[in-house]
């Protein structure tokens, strides 16, 4: 459990703590818990803390990344020579009425900075219906998050109004309509989080012009047509995540010129050509994931220089060629999934230099000789799906050292 490096629980209704045996995961990279109902105190680590804050939206936590601080339940007082905890001794009827009007005054004190000054550095609502058009009025908001509610309608055509918003979540509603192209008017917008949404249309070009953007999130809606001609001008994105769409055309080449760029999830569209040549330019890419779509010709050379890879997904495609053997330079893969495609010849042997290999998926293809030797060595392995090939040969006794197989 120490050597744990991907913990992602995102978008489902969990609830309780987090237990705070989660601050010994020393090697965690990718630690997700959005959008549950979790509560109480993010457990302390130096990973977890240094982790973005959107890793926790959504819930009802406190402390570190986040800007809100826990309130202490046992607070003790110093009474002459005594120490006293409220909490653990019985109720303190002046504790609680202090806590109550504290609320009242707290509470009244927001609402007034809200109706008044028409502004508010961050705001967290849950509540049905439209987007209220009004709170386009609150020309300071930094952060809107109405994520994980009920919310219909579209997107307010004002919402280019509001020139400090960094990060725009509004996932899991059921929002409609087409994206606001007013959003290319963010220049500040760092985080853009639209998923788990009706959202059709295409994805405006607008977007763009939002050269601070670093996160866009906008899987699991019903959008068309292509990714905007200029995407490779966002150069301090991390992360697209465009899947389970409808979207379609080739996969830009200039997406080449994001070398920031962390994780790519286009699976489940319609996307055809090739793979571009020029993914191997982002140096920083952790997850590749393409899977499900109409992609075809071969995998780039140079793969094997992406040396931060930890998931490659090309699955469900037309994809053909030899399986390249510099995959065997990716000493961090984690993941291969390569099943149902058309690709040719050999296993490549040096794919057991890939210490790290968990998932090894390679059905569905023509490829042919015999399972190399030295799979033994793969001692992550837990899952190994050679199945509808043309391999020949015995099946190596070293599997059975796999003890996680």
Known sequence: ????ESFDLSLNKLSGELPMSLSKLNFISIFNVSYNNFKGRVPTSTQIQSLDESNFFGNNLCGAPLTSDCVPVDVPVIVGDQEKEYGSHGADWGLIISIVLGFITGFWIVVASLIVNKSWRIVYFRFTGNIPATIMNCSNLQVLNLGNNNLVGKIPDAIGSLPMLSILALPSNILQGGIAPEIGR??????LYLFNNTFTGNIPATLMNCSNLQIL???SNNLVGKIPDGIGSLSML??????????????????GSLFRLQELWLYNNSFTGNIPATITNCSN?????????????????GIGSLSMLRMISLHDNSLQGGIPSEIGCLFRLQELWLYNNSFTGNIPATITNCSNLQILQLGFN????????????????SILALHDNILQGGIPNEIGRLFRL
């Not at 963010?186 to 985080?191: D, S, T």
């Open 1 to 4: 459990m120490k050597a744990l």
């Open 186 to 191: 963010l220049f500040r917008l760092q985080e």
């Open 217 to 219: 999130y906008l899987a």
């Open 238 to 255: 991390r992360m697209i995540s465009l899947h389970d769409n409808s979207l379609q055309g080739r996969i830009p080449s200039e997406i």
């Open 285 to 301: 890419l952790q997850i590749l994931e393409l899977g499900n779509n109409a992609l075809a010709g071969k995998i780039p050379d």
């Open 366 to 381: 023509n490829l042919v000789g015999k399972i190399p030797d030295g799979i033994g060595s793969l001692s992550m392995l």
